[in-house]
């Protein structure tokens, strides 16, 4: 199959890829490189069925494709905050764009979307119907409500032009490839326990997150892509197993037996207190959970990011 993934060369665009080519795929990853790197896809471009295009899908694009992920944006609050007008229109305009190439060419679509469209959640865990409890106009709008706004274009092209599209909501993954330097809990508290500086946990560590492995998250992505009878359906794929943000600070720093003393700021505006998705229709629908344990994806991680030290010290 013929397949185009945009933002194919960040975190779990590269994984996807990675994964579809070893599948027997032909793939064309599409990436401008904002918060993509092309260290991610460096190993796939020796592969004749892998091809990687440097491209801005927020303007008009034409490939013939059979599947269209649309991963395209930035994902971590520091790199939305750091682009927050790039981000608004890949998840507007970039959507309209992509959602245009599958209706011409009768490809299937699936929206990458984000937990973030639940906001800072009065439903606990959130699952699908919630409608979400986000701020419209606060420093985070740039993301979620984009999001949100591409969330209601794709189900706008499934009653308008039958297209056969499906949306995904993210949360929290982390792995290999991830971006050391994007603010996220897991590379932040990684790369601060391995050189033994404090980790910065941000209120009073008491907010919770799930956090998925992207081996995982990959597995998802490629069940509600590939599964029938998933026209216009919206699916949850994350770790229900919940825990707050000082614990994984506390287990990260003895997975990778540093000395960090654990260093306390001010929580962020419009910071989620609580964050944990209700996968019921993955489990029930598609038969997918996730699989990797929490000390034995957190080893995982550490293990590249020692690697990827290692190289960028050489």
């Known amino acids: 199959m013929r397949i185009v993934v945009t933002g194919g060369a960040g975190f779990i665009g590269s994984h996807l890829c990675a994964r579809l080519l070893k599948d027997g795929h032909q793939v064309i990853a599409v990436d401008n490189l904002i918060t993509g790197n092309r260290r991610n896809i460096a190993p796939l471009l020796e592969n004749p069925a892998f091809s990687f295009l440097e491209h801005d899908v927020v303007q008009p694009l034409d490939l013939p494709a059979e599947a269209i992920f649309h991963l395209a944006s930035p994902a971590s609050p520091k790199g939305y905050m750091e682009h927050p007008v790039e981000t608004a229109l890949v998840n507007s305009q970039g959507t309209y764009q992509m959602l245009e190439m599958a209706r011409r060419h009768g490809a299937r679509f699936l929206l990458a979307s984000t937990s973030e469209a ?119 794929l994350g770790n229900p197993e919940e825990h707050t943000v000082l614990e994984y600070a506390r287990l990260i720093r003895r997975l990778c037996r540093s000395s960090s003393p654990i260093e306390f700021r001010p929580l962020p505006q419009d910071d989620p207190t609580r964050r944990c998705p209700d996968i019921t229709k993955a489990r029930t629908r598609l038969g997918w959970e996730p699989k990797v344990g929490l000390e034995e994806g957190l080893r995982r991680t550490i293990e590249w990011f020692q690697a990827t030290v290692r190289e960028n010290a050489g």
């Open 118 to 236: 639940y906001g800072d959640p009065r439903e606990h865990p959130q699952s699908e119907s919630y409608w979400g409890h986000v701020n419209p106009v606060g420093p985070r709008a740039c993301y979620d409500e984009s999001k949100r706004f591409g969330e209601a274009l794709t189900m706008t092209f499934v009653r308008t032009y039958n297209l056969d599209a499906r949306i995904i909501r993210i949360f929290n993954t982390y792995g290999p490839n991830s971006d050391p330097e994007d603010g996220r809990i897991v590379p932040n508290f990684i790369t601060q326990a391995l050189v033994h500086r404090p980790i910065t946990v941000y209120g009073d560590g008491s907010q919770t997150r799930s956090l998925c492995y992207v081996e995982d998250l990959v597995e998802g992505v490629l069940s509600v892509m590939f599964a029938d009878g998933m026209q216009g359906e919206v699916v949850n």
